[in-house]
């Protein structure tokens, strides 16, 4: 639980100061920045070495050419076609073995108005444009698409010899058969209202077929295309969207009269295997050019990328966004958002980012939410531009956001989701059903944050700190006894009497311990405190470790913390052990406040330190997907903690329990929601609790899975007297439960 600190409003939104390392490169049109990628998708390292055939995995934005550098030149001559390798390039992440590639081209600086064409390598030239470009301008767009001989692409340029910015920022792998996973084709033209063939320019909704077209099978999910814009007589946008659904409140490509846009897109397969395409003025002229298609089908393997019916996340224009136009850096919620169709756990997602009305010339960037910002940037503006590209960007897996960056201008900016990639699209289990059970009577005074350790025919009963003990443990053989203050003072003994160096020294306060055994005389035991000077004074809460040879201690705690949360948004609390009997492997819950959604797990080695990526990189941190107990989620008010999992062999899911609401006040009360592994996907949460208050009790919460003698599964939780919640002389105590798992798990 939350111990003495104060909190923000929970509708706050986080923005976070940035240092300004966006640069410039190269000579590009006056006040317009050209950086290394206005596409960038990453994804998770974990996830990237068991990505399923035909799925995604991110690498750092890098560039494999710029024709303004000596030695990379010339500038795309006309008529001449340019072989760039985009594979196998030491240094760049990308595999010489990789099928696709996902990159971001630029034009730069061409003395006339013109069109860029690309094409895997060996192929004939298509008749499609990647991009099209005006005379002296910086034109960027986003592409997938397949590799070809010797791990190149190749560029045409039709006039003007415009400079040629290629960035690679993620890969496909080869092979087939994978839902969501990727599949290149020969850039084919699917639609060119021009021809005669092709109907006139839009001025009303209609319907193209995609699939069972050109090589896409009936079977597929969303295709990846290029969509150009041109010769229209009004301002406008188009809109892209399933066939079938109703037209979402988002655009695709917008444009002014006159001028040639493109924007690539993935876009969801319809009813009858089609896509509907919507101009809101003028009679502008369609062009719709195919670049690959994704497999369908029920579950996604790992790194497929799922198409949605667009959404609007973000308008600075609307009257509900209070913090008007983009100035610096928003972050901003991606995955899981409701009605966006966008799952947790995406690693990345495809955005359609649109400028509007700036009043100065700049740029805007996306990038994971607290990371470093990058030498990058998505789209160019002038003052009173309407700009729209296609981002793909990775999603901070902590707390779902991406960073918005503008340079100036102060632009008012239309962020569209259309898709994403995922770690695992593995359906959530079905809610437990839940009757709401009331707390049972009193068996230990004095207990709050109660965990117990069952060893050696005892049970060791840990809580937080007292006015005397900084964490006190008590010794138990007998779970039917019902202790007296005094018995119960008489089996407490001190369990760490050293106080950790690193935690606040002028308070007693340390909280929620766990306590695991690991090996033959060896304990670890984890816990809450405050640290000083925290960069966010209203979170200082970190999670510390501590070691012992006896299951009762003492416990030497380490020197420094080992989490202290999501550094910008807040601290980590509640630390809890669950060994996971199916896969024998260890993992640390813990709430991390000020997120979206409180409750993450890190994964533990066999000695209880938290697994790395790399020994440059940080603990891994997972968030529990799926809907979990996010303080926004109602009907659960207040800050989400006290996280404790255990195995239901009788449904082969995974139990998590979870306090909500305010510790001290009689409205704290207890969740559950079903897992299918412990790092999720979990269940929605139940409209009403699993413990409440009753019997006197109120403030039912910290609840915690423990193995009886017997073995049974059982629970400890505490909660106060009713009437005197956090009142001077009153403790919150300590209750017992067997638990009954399956279909319907109570407390009993």
């Known amino acids: ?107 730069v600086g061409s003395a006339l108005p013109g069109f860029i064409s690309a094409w895997p390598r060996g192929g004939g030239r298509p008749a499609t444009s990647l991009l099209n470009y005006g005379a002296n301008d910086v034109t960027p767009n986003n592409s997938l698409m397949s590799v070809g001989a010797g791990g190149a692409i190749d560029f045409f340029a039709n006039q003007g010899c415009p400079s040629l910015v290629v960035d690679v920022v993620g890969w496909f792998a080869s092979g087939t058969g994978t839902v969501g996973g990727f599949n290149g084709v020969a850039p084919t033209r699917l639609l060119d209202t021009r021809s005669s063939g092709d109907g006139s320019c839009v001025t009303a909704p209609r319907s193209l077929a995609v699939a069972n077209v050109a090589g896409v099978p009936v079977s597929a999910s969303s295709v990846a295309l290029n969509v150009t814009v041109t010769n229209s007589d009004l301002p406008g946008y188009v809109t892209l969207w399933p066939a079938g659904a109703s037209r979402p409140n988002s655009s ?104 509007v009305s700036p009043n100065a010339s700049g740029y805007v960037t996306a990038f994971p939410d607290l990371a470093t910002p990058p030498t990058a940037s998505n789209l160019n503006f002038r003052a009173g531009q309407v700009v729209a590209n296609g981002v793909w960007v990775k999603v901070n897996s902590d707390n779902h956001r991406v960073t918005l960056f503008a340079s100036g201008g102060c ?91 690193w935690a606040r020294q002028n308070e007693k306060t340390l909280w929620a ?17 405050n640290r000083p000077n925290a960069p966010q004074p209203w979170n200082p809460q970190c999670i510390g470790r501590a070691y012992a040879s006896l299951p009762q201690g003492p416990y030497t705690p380490e020197t420094a913390p080992i989490t202290c949360g999501i550094e910008g948004t807040g601290g980590a609390l509640d630390p809890e052990y669950f060994h996971d009997p199916v896969t024998d492997t260890s993992y640390l819950l813990a709430a991390f406040s000020d997120t979206s959604s409180s409750i993450h797990v890190i994964p533990v080695d066999t000695w209880g330190t938290p697994i790395q990526q790399s020994d440059a990189a940080p603990a891994r941190v997972i968030e529990l997907r799926r809907a979990l107990v996010g303080k926004q989620t109602p009907p659960e ?18 139990l998590l329990s979870y306090s909500y609401g305010d510790w001290n006040a009689a409205n704290y009360s207890t969740g559950v929601v079903r897992c299918a592994s412990p790092v999720g996907p979990c269940s929605l949460q139940s409209p009403t609790p699993w413990l409440a208050s009753g019997n006197s009790r109120t403030g039912t919460g910290g609840l915690s899975f423990f193995a009886g003698l017997d073995g049974s599964t059982r629970a400890v939780y505490a909660s106060w007297p009713q009437g005197h919640e956090a009142q001077g002389g009153y403790w919150r105590a300590g209750s017992l ?11 009993r």
């Open 637 to 654: 008010p207040g800050f989400i903690e006290n996280p404790s999992m255990v195995y239901d062999a009788a449904t082969a899911t995974y």
């Open 252 to 355: 695709t490509v917008n444009f002014v009269a006159g001028e040639v846009r493109a924007n690539a897109t993935v876009a969801k397969v319809g009813a009858l295997g089609a896509i509907s395409i919507y101009s809101s003025g003028g009679c502008p002229h369609v062009i719709v050019d195919l670049v690959g298609w994704f497999d369908g089908g029920a579950s996604f393997g790992v790194g497929g990328v799922a198409a949605v019916t667009p959404y609007r996340l973000l308008d600075t224009r609307s009257a509900s966004n209070t913090e008007g136009c983009l100035r610096g850096y928003r972050a901003v919620t991606m995955a899981g958002v409701p009605g966006s169709g966008v799952p947790f756990d995406a690693t990345a997602v495809l955005l359609n980012i649109t400028v």
């Open 1 to 107: 639980m939350r111990r003495k600190m104060g909190t923000r409003g929970l509708g706050q939104r986080a923005v976070h100061a940035r240092p300004r390392v966006l640069a410039r490169i190269g000579k590009v049109a006056p006040l317009i920045a050209l950086f290394a990628a206005s596409l960038s998708i990453v994804a998770s390292p974990d996830n990237a070495s068991a990505v399923a055939p035909g799925g995604y995995t991110g690498v750092n934005p890098f560039r494999v050419i710029d024709t303004r550098v000596s030695g990379q030149g010339p500038c795309l001559a006309p008529g001449t076609i340019r072989s760039v390798v985009v594979a196998g390039i030491a240094g760049s992440g990308i595999p010489s073995d990789a099928a696709g590639v996902a990159m971001n081209v630029t034009a």
């Open 411 to 501: 632009p008012h900016v239309i962020v569209d989701i259309v898709g994403a990639a995922v770690s695992s699209m593995q359906p959530a289990p079905a809610p437990a059903t839940v009757t709401t059970q009331a707390v049972t009577g009193v068996k230990w005074p004095d207990v709050s944050d109660p965990a117990v350790m069952t060893e050696g025919g005892k049970y060791y009963v840990f809580g937080s700190n007292t006015n005397v003990r900084n964490i006190p443990v008590r010794t138990v053989t007998d779970l039917t006894r019902t202790y007296t203050s005094n018995s119960w003072e008489q089996a407490t003994s001190e369990a760490m009497p050293t106080r950790p160096s």
């Open 513 to 529: 311990p766990t306590a695991a055994k690991l090996a033959p005389n060896f304990y670890v035991m984890y816990f809450a405190a």
């Open 737 to 747: 439960a067997v638990v009954a798992t399956g279909s319907v798990p109570t407390l």
